[in-house]
């Protein structure tokens, strides 16, 4: 019986190559006992040929610092990049350098992918609108950076963890929770929002959240009388039993707001949505909280396969033997082909250098990986209506 205070799995141990399956271990011990380490090529993939079906590669840092001290030659498609066929990462060295570790790089690819993916998604729906992570309480709180670094990644605009932020050497975003306006009590309102705006730094925005005692209408217009110019937002948060027709609500709030002349007060929205809900929103909203949805992605569902023994093309019964290249077409397609085969015409090769010689190749940019994501959307046409 352990006793780790938490039951979470630490950096040591995926470190050491103990965060991974038993059968790698009876893998080691048998391939040893044998005087077995062939030279192979391993490829990460989730479709063997392109399927039109695009995700976001996310988690490539983490497998980049895992795989560096084990003295093989990585390449991968860059972090960010959207893919839909074909490997994503290529390992080239001795098994046994790298095989006790396939679980762990499976986890930091496949979980980051996925809650990428679920992130560009809300984020193509409104792509003009502010759009926050507010999922980490869905998660266990070991994996809440990756959660936040992720939603980035797939282009969201900010997060609310404050320990990811710590990580992510970001601020993290966030007012106010039911539980303050409950704890003044009710019809006490006005007494939160203005301690609020007493206690909290002038550089957080003054926005009230409006919806914990009484209609959405009543509570934002007795905020803006409170608050006045200082308030910039407000928060509808309404559970979905109670909100009716979520759109109707929001444009009676700014009626309201607009019959007192405040025309400069933002709204925004959470409280279970998605893509769909910001498609209907976002023409009469500013701003969304998007948490379960992104927060709890279902992971991609990558594997890693040996495709050459000792420079001989080999593979297990569904996966494609040989080294392979990626490409990207003019069209936004890719195409998937056998390394020293002919590219096809105007295309691009996806895969680069992540590791050489025990050292990480790229340097791991956020933005420049959601920018990479957000242009691949356009010329892919991922989350079209």
């Known amino acids: ?86 490997p994503v990462m290529r390992i080239e060295g001795n098994y046994l350098d790298f095989a006790r570790y396939e679980t762990s790089l499976l986890g930091f690819l496949s979980h980051a992918s996925g809650v990428a993916t679920a992130a560009l998604e809300t984020r193509v729906a409104a792509p003009e609108s502010n759009v926050l992570s507010f999922g980490a309480r869905h998660v266990h709180p070991s994996i809440a950076a990756m959660v936040e670094r992720s939603a980035l990644l797939g282009g969201l605009d900010g997060f609310s963890h404050v320990a990811a932020g710590d990580v992510l050497g970001r601020e993290a975003s966030g007012t106010m929770p039911h539980a303050l306006l409950l704890c003044f009590g009710r019809g006490e309102q006005e007494d939160a929002w203005q301690a609020f705006d007493e206690a ?62 405040i025309d400069d007060v933002d709204i925004f929205v959470s409280g279970g949505l998605g893509p769909s809900d910001l498609r209907h929103l976002r023409d009469v ?32 019964r569904g996966k494609l033997s040989g080294v392979k290249e990626v490409y990207r077409t003019a069209d936004g397609h890719h195409h ?41 959307a356009a010329k892919t046409g991922f989350g079209a209506e």
């Not at 030279?39 to 479709?47: G, K, L, Q, R």
């Not at 998007?290 to 495709?307: C, E, H, K, Q, R």
Request: hydrophobic residues 40%; proline residues 5%.
């Open 1 to 86: 019986m352990s006793d780790s205070e938490f039951d979470i799995v630490g950096p040591e141990a995926i470190r050491e190559g103990r965060a991974t399956d038993a059968y790698f271990d009876r893998t080691e011990t048998t391939l040893r006992h044998a005087g077995k380490n062939p030279h192979v090529v391993a490829e990460v993939t989730a479709d063997q040929f392109p399927s039109g079906e695009f995700e976001v590669l996310a988690g490539v840092k983490d497998a980049a610092s895992l795989l560096a001290p084990l003295g093989v030659r990585v390449d991968a498609i860059p972090e960010g990049t959207l893919f839909d066929g074909g």
């Open 200 to 261: 909290v730094s002038e550089d957080v925005p003054r926005v009230a959240l409006c919806d914990t005692f009484s209609d959405e209408k009543d509570e934002v217009v007795r905020a803006a009388e409170a608050l006045g110019d200082r308030l910039s937002g407000v928060r509808l948060d309404t559970t979905s039993s109670r909100r009716g027709d979520f759109r109707h609500i929001v444009r009676e709030v700014r009626w309201e707001l607009q019959t007192r002349g």
């Open 285 to 316: 909203v500013d701003g969304f909280g998007v948490g379960g949805y992104v927060s709890n992605a279902t992971p991609v569902d990558f594997a890693l396969d040996i495709v050459e023994i000792d420079g001989e093309a080999i593979a297990k």
């Open 336 to 376: 998937v082909g056998l390394r020293g085969g002919e590219a096809p015409a105007d295309s691009e090769s996806l895969m680069e250098p992540l590791v050489r010689g025990g050292e990480v190749v790229p340097s791991f940019d956020i933005d420049a990986a959601a920018e990479r994501a957000l242009t691949d």
